[in-house]
């Protein structure tokens, strides 16, 4: 079953700045993390998602309009914004109580377990909270309404380290629950460990959309190596394109069997070599050539 479908939008803004022709889906239970640099177009296009800006029936979810009929797909919907607005004279608590009155929300229960779960002190007002401490306000109101679909637009920013595994856990339990999440992030580990599928927008175009599962089994090696002084490397950039040499040293990713490519690799001027498992952040990041992703 499709949750969301996405038709071939746009939104140019001139100068090549905006989103161009994006079009994918999310079905019934999928956790499908969106990558990209921070100005790709991420926001923009949840923007669209959400029903804030105007799209020629572009995009529907739950088989319906998302701007024309945004209040009825936003009961369904929880939201995580990139950048949250809050009143900062209320405390974390009263405001998270506050949204609850407004969206109609009945289940006080779960309400109270994600404040517990996100450690909110009750008496802190949110004009004293930290960057982090409102993020995990903003997640609380994401996920107290337990909606289908739910929608986070860089949901760890300004988390420490423990929270972010935290988060990672409440994606998964969600996930099992058989809830429909889009995360929105240029953080990879924290779609690594919580999505199925990940596409990828650059410069405002939809340049990957891949199944993890898949790529994972289509990983390499990835090998750093250093040489005496002295030693030819050329031949080995010929055998390894795309290798990287730096002095002495060499680096490289190859899907051949390990034993093979140390047959190339072992000479008497091999002083050192590490071999590990390519990470997924480094296939995606061919997409982005040599530009600094984040």
């Not at 669209?48 to 319906?64: P, Y």
């Not at 760890?156 to 409440?170: A, E, I």
């Not at 099992?176 to 460990?193: A, P, R, V, Y």
Request: glycine content about 8%; hydrophobic content about 35%.
């Amino acid at each position: 079953m499709k949750i969301l479908e996405v038709d071939n939008l746009t939104r140019d803004y001139g100068s090549k700045q905006g989103i161009f022709n994006i079009s994918f889906e999310i079905r019934k239970g999928e956790i499908v993390g969106f990558l990209g640099a921070n100005g790709a177009g991420k926001t923009t296009t949840i923007r669209h998602l959400m029903g804030f800006l105007k799209t020629n029936n572009n995009v529907s979810i739950f088989g319906l309009d998302s701007f024309n009929d945004a209040a009825k797909i936003q009961e369904q919907i929880g939201y995580l914004a990139g950048e949250p607005v809050f009143l900062d004279n209320l405390t974390g608590i009263e405001f998270i109580d506050l949204i609850f009155r407004m969206k109609k929300l009945n289940n006080e229960d779960y309400k109270n377990e994600l404040i517990k779960y996100w450690e909110l002190n009750s008496n802190t007002k949110i004009s004293k909270m930290s960057k982090g401490m409102k993020q995990k306000v903003a997640l609380v109101i994401a996920f107290m309404g337990d909606a289908p679909f739910i929608i986070l637009d860089e949901p760890t920013s300004g988390l420490d380290p423990l929270m972010q595994r935290k988060f990672v856990h409440l994606i998964n339990k969600a996930k099992q629950e058989g809830k429909t999440i889009l995360i929105s992030s240029h953080m990879f580990k924290e779609i690594e460990h919580t999505c199925d599928r990940i596409l990828m927008i650059k410069d405002g175009k939809l340049v990957a959309n891949e199944n993890l599962n898949e790529l994972r089994n289509n990983l390499g090696k990835y090998y750093e190596l250093s040489y005496a002084e002295g030693h030819d490397l050329s031949k080995l950039t010929l055998k390894y394109p795309g290798s990287i040499i730096t002095g002495n040293n060499l680096s490289f990713t190859s899907k051949d069997e390990v034993k093979t490519v140390l047959k190339e690799l072992v000479s008497p001027s091999l002083i050192d070599i590490n071999i590990r498992p390519e990470t997924l952040e480094e296939v995606f990041m061919k997409y982005y050539g040599d530009e600094n992703y984040e």
